[in-house]
């Protein structure tokens, strides 16, 4: 039983343009998200975050959006480099949980030069 | 200046062995997690610790012991490897007690195979 889901299990996209990553979660108790970007042989290094009381939170080219009715966040990246090629986690967090994160499957991004 | 350490990086064994994979983090840390990153690439929690609360995710077999003989170390204890047991294993930290929110710093993962 999935909790966190990306449905796109990899994306290719352009150098210079947007690119957009999507998480769904089923736990309604979440309420707080993480992104987290995985190189190969590397173990996943922090992007962005954001709690349930936002829905939006940027850090230069990243930008996490929370849409809690619908249950879905996305991560915007742009412009896109070909270093952000790798593949990205989406991350959920219950307060009161230990701060164990329960992550989606990832999706590798690809972007072209 | 690794900040989340593990070794040993790759780990071939017998099926019905028991095994260690050490863990340090050098961050001043509270809290250590064990996951696993399945043949999926789905990556799990099994473990939560900080200051000697222990908490466990309910589906891992208690073969899986985790034992910190102080705050900077998480080490798992694996007795009688299954063929199912192989996976990447990573070890993480983060700041803070457990049931805030706070980032997680990632170790470089284990890659363990079970023959």
């Known amino acids: 039983d999935q909790q966190v889901k990306q449905n796109s299990p990899s994306l290719s996209v352009q150098e210079g343009r947007i690119s957009i990553l999507n998480c769904d979660y089923t736990?309604?108790?979440?309420?707080?998200f993480l992104w987290y970007k995985k190189y190969p042989a590397e173990g996943p290094t922090f992007l962005i975050s954001?709690?349930?009381?936002?829905d939006k939170n940027e850090d230069g080219r990243f930008t996490v959006f929370l849409n809690k009715s619908a249950k879905h966040l996305s991560l915007h990246i742009v412009p896109s480099q070909p270093g952000d090629s790798a593949v990205y986690f989406c991350a959920a967090s219950a307060y009161g949980a230990g701060n164990m994160l329960t992550f989606g499957g990832g999706t590798r991004l690809m972007v072209k030069p | 200046d690794t900040a989340v350490s593990q070794t040993p990086k790759y780990l071939v064994t017998q099926m019905g062995n028991d095994k260690s994979i050490k863990c340090e983090q050098n961050l001043g840390h509270d809290t250590m997690y064990w996951y696993k990153q399945d043949s999926k690439k789905f990556l799990k929690i099994m473990f939560s610790y900080n200051n000697k609360e222990l908490i466990i995710n309910e589906t891992v077999p208690n073969r899986f012991s985790p034992k910190s003989p102080d705050k900077a170390h998480l080490n798992l204890h694996i007795n009688s490897l299954e063929l199912g047991d192989s996976a990447v294993y990573f070890c993480?930290?983060?700041?803070?007690?457990?049931?805030?929110?706070?980032?997680?710093?990632f170790g470089p993962g284990t890659r363990l195979t079970v023959l």
């Open positions: 736990n309604s108790m979440f309420d707080y």
């Open positions: 993480a930290s983060s700041a803070g007690l457990a049931g805030a929110f706070n980032e997680q710093f």
């Open positions: 954001i709690s349930s009381i936002k």
